[in-house]
């Protein structure tokens, strides 16, 4: 039996590297491009809203926060984790954001309550993963669950609004481009520098592609990935504060598994292995875009809210399909 190499699973190979889901062999994420133009021109042939500017700028403020989440999903399904608390992260560090700022707490002492709770609940979750041998996916479903219920007591079952407080936020923009829009390209970029530049983004790599042989290799396996869930959790905390000032107010009714599946399928669609070992964040990006795209034609042409999560499972299904034939293709090659 055949083992990759560490040199393997990293982005930086003398070899070939896997092309993503939905791809034309020369042409990164070509399919998820063609699939995203023709869903923009059908949609603009069917209104004239679709291309206005203010409806595009609202699509990238919508899809800002889905990107946050996406980008640090990205880099730990590279690794090989998954993390399906992100989505309810977001809800209950916007809930404890919520009420402290009611309560007349300095805003830069909620935010950073708001980041180290997102980042202890990331690590909490890394230490079971990385220290037993349940899957990381019955772990964070699990903390998933506790933390939509810890959002219920936090609110007592109530909306709790902020009024005006970080409201620009969520709301307003510099040279016509949404703050919250710029928060999430920088989040993007920063994520997309580390996976490709540093040494902690080839190791990411390296561990998804084969954690036996890397841990060989001398990298800290166990180390690296308490920093990706940590680093996933702080990530989800920042989505909180963004979804916080965008609405401002917390709502007991607002549901962390849609939000987390939303960036599931973006990832997934993105070309990101459900194995580890490969992920790219401009694929991401396309993937959160092309979500963001549907959910508002499905509004612009007066088709019921209710076929978006319908829209969201079927793309996540044929992404899922899709990544797993160019896994079979890949171990045949």
């Known amino acids: 039996m055949s083992v990759k190499t560490v040199a393997e699973a990293g982005p930086e190979t003398g070899s070939a590297p896997r ?11 070509s399919g998820l491009l063609a699939v995203l133009v023709v869903v923009v021109v059908a949609t603009a042939l069917r209104t004239d809203t679709f291309t206005t500017d203010t409806n595009l700028v609202n699509i990238l403020r919508q899809v800002s926060i889905n990107a946050v989440i996406a980008a640090g999903l990205t880099l730990l399904m ?3 984790g998954m993390d399906f608390s992100m989505g309810s992260v977001v809800v209950v560090t916007a809930a404890v954001g919520a009420q402290m700022l009611s309560h007349g707490w300095p805003t830069w002492t909620a935010v950073l309550a708001v980041l180290v709770l997102g980042t202890l609940i990331g690590l909490v979750n890394g230490v079971v993963a990385t220290f037993t041998t349940v899957a990381p996916f019955v772990i964070t479903l699990a903390t998933a669950t506790l933390l939509d219920g810890v959002c ?9 609004s902020i009024g005006t407080r970080m409201f620009a936020l969520g709301n307003e923009k510099i040279a016509g ?3 919250l829009l710029i928060v999430a390209v920088l989040v993007m970029a920063a994520t997309a520098l580390v996976m490709r530049f540093t040494v902690f983004g080839r190791d990411a790599y390296a561990i998804g ?3 036996h042989v890397a ?9 690296r990935k308490l920093s990706l869930y940590a680093t996933t959790g702080a990530l989800a905390g920042l989505a909180g504060l963004m979804t916080l000032s965008r609405l401002g107010s917390s709502s007991p009714g607002a549901g962390g598994l849609s939000i987390q599946l939303t960036a599931v399928a973006a990832v997934v669609i993105g070309g990101t292995s459900l194995a580890g070992g490969h992920g790219t964040i401009l694929g991401t990006a396309l993937g959160v875009i092309l979500l963001g795209v549907v959910a508002n034609a499905l509004n612009l042409v007066q088709i019921s809210t209710n076929w978006q999560p319908v829209s969201v499972g079927a793309v996540l299904l044929v992404a899922a399909i899709a990544n797993e034939v160019q896994k079979s293709r890949s171990t045949r090659d």
């Open 19 to 29: 092309r993503p889901a939905f791809s034309i062999r020369g042409v990164p994420h």
């Open 152 to 160: 219920l007591l936090v609110l007592n079952g109530q909306t709790v």
């Open 209 to 211: 592609g084969n954690e």
């Open 177 to 179: 481009v949404p703050y």
């Open 215 to 223: 841990r060989l290799s001398g990298i800290d396996v166990a180390a």
């Open 78 to 80: 590279t690794a090989g």
